[in-house]
């Protein structure tokens, strides 16, 4: 079985500071690795995935993240927040070898960002 | 138009009634989702379907079931709804065949209060 732990329920920060929102995942088997986020009011949207290859991924508005697999890792980052980044971020995985591709997500981080 | 449409947006009903969220799509795939959030939890997922014939349950079934009427097409009913099933539904769509693959797309999401 898989689990996600995203520690950090509320992250405060201020504008153009860099940002970093922590998920650790366990798992018997290699997984994909997602994170999503949700602005209020909405449906959740991809910032980015890590299916294979280079451990370093950028996603859409310049937040990126990085495959750690020795310290079942994949925190994201992002140099230089703004107000429109307030949010809430689900960090997800999902088994390689399933194929419903269901994910199990976190319990999520909502980021803010304060003037 | 969004992709992946969600209805009622929002509903709000009493103990014992029995509820239908319906979820339509527009992106041709075959896999889809119904995921519950609730604050601190993430998503959890209650059934999710590879086609009309293939339905599958999730993590918290129980008390729930699905109609898949067609592949653009997946229901979700309470049939005698209680208070802790008051949570915000996803619908999510997803093709692990294309370039998308692992990746869900989400509707906006129908909001359940029981009273």
Redesign the interface.
């Known amino acids: 079985a898989q689990s996600v732990t995203q520690l950090d329920s509320q992250v405060p920060v201020f504008e153009e500071a860099p940002v970093e929102l922590r998920c650790n995942y366990s798992s018997s088997v290699s997984v994909y690795l997602f994170w999503y986020v949700q602005y209020p009011n909405q449906g959740l949207q991809l910032l980015l995935k890590y299916l294979s290859g280079s451990t370093l991924v950028k996603g859409i508005n310049g937040f990126e993240a990085e495959f750690n697999k020795s310290q079942t890792s994949f925190h994201l980052r992002k140099p230089s927040v703004h107000i429109s980044d307030t949010a809430e971020y689900f960090c997800a995985v999902s088994p390689w070898m399933d194929s419903s591709y269901k994910l199990i997500f976190g319990s999520g981080t909502r980021l803010l960002v304060r003037p | 138009d969004a992709d ?1 449409t969600q209805t009622p947006r929002n509903r709000i009903t009493k103990t014992g009634k029995r509820i239908m969220l319906e979820c339509s799509q527009t992106k041709g795939h075959d ?1 889809m ?1 119904w ?1 519950r959030q609730d604050p ?6 209650i059934y ?1 379907s ?1 086609d009309v014939k293939d339905i ?1 349950k ?1 993590e918290i079934s129980d008390g729930y079931s699905v109609s898949r009427q067609a592949q653009a097409k997946f229901s979700l009913s309470l049939e005698s709804a209680i208070p802790n099933q008051t949570a915000l539904y ?1 619908c ?1 769509t ?1 093709d ?1 065949t294309g370039k998308d ?4 797309f ?4 129908s909001r359940l209060t029981v009273l």
């Open positions: 992946v896999r989702y995921y601190g939890l993430g998503l959890r997922l999710y590879f599958n999730g996803f999510a997803s692990p693959t692992g990746e869900l989400f509707g906006e999401g």
